[in-house]
């Protein structure tokens, strides 16, 4: 499986902002995919994971402004982000994986990842 970002940039708070990852790969279809995120000088953070169906699961800290979605015609998942804060500042990274229960098991699949900063 290979994963590519896009997207990524310099928005103000309250700004939006739209990331894209094309997956390629047979294995794409049967997993969850998922968007992390890693700041500086802090662990890698799962943001919002959604299945094969378009069923999202978000984490409390941007449930209610960022959307996940995914086309499984185009292979690909896309976070559309709302209302940013500077919080959110980080280097996102699409992820293939599954749940187990309540935790989220990550596959050694990354993409390069593409940087959002927001800031005034």
């Known amino acids: 499986v290979q994963l590519v970002e896009s997207g990524g940039g310099l928005v103000q708070p309250g700004g939006s902002l739209s990331l894209s990852c094309a997956a390629s790969?047979?294995?794409?279809?049967?997993?969850?995919m998922a968007w992390y995120r890693q700041a500086p000088g802090k662990q890698r953070e799962l943001v919002a994971t959604?299945?094969?169906?378009?069923?999202?699961k978000y984490s409390d800290s941007v449930k209610g402004r960022f959307t996940i979605s995914r086309d499984n015609t185009k292979d690909t998942v896309h976070l559309q982000m709302n209302s940013l804060k500077p919080d959110d500042t980080a280097v996102y990274y699409c992820?293939?994986?599954?749940?187990?229960?309540?935790?989220?098991?990550?596959?050694?699949?990354w993409g390069q990842g593409t940087q959002v900063t927001v800031s005034s």
């Open positions: 959604v299945n094969s169906g378009n069923n999202p």
């Open positions: 992820n293939v994986g599954s749940w187990r229960g309540t935790d989220y098991y990550p596959l050694d699949y």
């Open positions: 790969g047979t294995m794409y279809s049967f997993y969850e």
